[in-house]
């Protein structure tokens, strides 16, 4: 079974860069869809990006699209995620989720929590106006 931890979060002003990573181990992430969700307190959990299994799909949140970039390196098993002009809104628990492999040529990059299988516990990231 696949497990996930997150790292790189931390406490930063507006407008300041933070770059998160998500390693994965008890199982290849080469052949998933891997994705970042954020909740922030008294909030839904919401999709930031998410990456197909190639890297060649790939989908962001109208909210961080331009400033966030999601990338992954299969033979290192880890996804990052690279947040640039971080606002205050952006405050929240960041989470890595991943899902079963799927073999084939199609991909697959759900955007929604229910669709994935796995998560990290998150790292907390706080942006200070």
């Known amino acids: 079974q696949v497990q996930l931890v997150e790292s790189g979060g931390g406490l930063v002003q507006a407008r300041d860069s933070l770059r998160l990573s998500c390693s994965a181990s008890g199982g290849t992430i080469s052949r998933r869809s891997m994705a970042w969700f954020r909740q922030a307190p008294g909030k839904e959990r919401e999709f930031v990006a998410g990456?197909?299994?190639?890297?060649?799909?790939?989908y962001y949140a109208d909210s961080v699209k331009g400033r966030f970039t999601i990338s992954r390196d299969n033979a290192k098993n880890t996804v990052c995620l690279q947040m640039n002009t971080l606002k205050p809104e952006d405050t929240a628990v960041y989470l890595c989720?991943?899902?079963?492999?799927?073999?084939?040529?199609?991909?697959?990059?759900?955007?929604?929590?229910?669709?994935?299988?796995?998560w990290g516990q998150g790292t907390q990231v706080t942006v200070s106006s």
């Open positions: 990456i197909g299994w190639s890297g060649s799909t790939i």
């Open positions: 989720a991943t899902r079963a492999p799927t073999f084939g040529s199609s991909v697959v990059v759900p955007t929604t929590s229910t669709r994935y299988d796995y």
